[in-house]
């Protein structure tokens, strides 16, 4: 589970997050033709994965907070007018057995 909190408004003039409007049952293949980076979705595995239209821009008061898993697709948002920083904290959350190798846990 990732839980994702605003420290800052952020939507309008500080980056934000898209979102496919639903959850979905496979993970979009990262690295394809198009992405940015190799752990990166294209904007055509997006736009295919929202059913041909756009992710869902998402606003965040400060304090607001969005929880969500691997299998919600989502991304940084930026927009020409988006001149303020970003504050926020993302946290993972892992069940013991699947916790990455690479990784060093904190009991919660």
Same mark, same amino acid.
């Given at each position: 589970?990732n839980i994702w909190i605003a420290l800052s408004? +952020?939507?309008?003039?500080?980056?934000?997050?898209?979102?496919?409007?639903?959850?979905?049952?496979?993970?979009?293949?990262?690295?394809?033709?198009?992405?940015?980076?190799?752990?990166?979705?294209?904007s055509r595995q997006i736009a295919e994965a +929202?059913?041909?239209?756009?992710?869902?821009?998402?606003?965040?008061?400060?304090?607001?907070?969005?929880?969500f898993d691997e299998m919600n697709l989502h991304?940084?948002?930026?927009?020409?007018?988006?001149?303020?920083?970003?504050?926020?904290?993302?946290?993972?959350?892992?069940?013991?057995? +699947?916790?990455?190798?690479?990784?060093?846990?904190?009991?919660?």
């Amino acid at each position: 589970m990732n839980i994702w909190i605003a420290l800052s408004d +952020c939507g309008v003039d500080a980056p934000s997050m898209d979102m496919v409007p639903r959850r979905l049952n496979y993970i979009v293949p990262t690295g394809t033709e198009g992405a940015i980076f190799d752990w990166s979705v294209s904007s055509r595995q997006i736009a295919e994965a +929202c059913g041909g239209g756009e992710p869902t821009h998402l606003h965040f008061k400060t304090g607001d907070a969005i929880v969500f898993d691997e299998m919600n697709l989502h991304r940084t948002s930026t927009l020409p007018g988006m001149t303020k920083p970003r504050y926020a904290i993302e946290a993972w959350f892992f069940a013991p057995s +699947c916790y990455p190798l690479d990784q060093l846990p904190l009991l919660v």
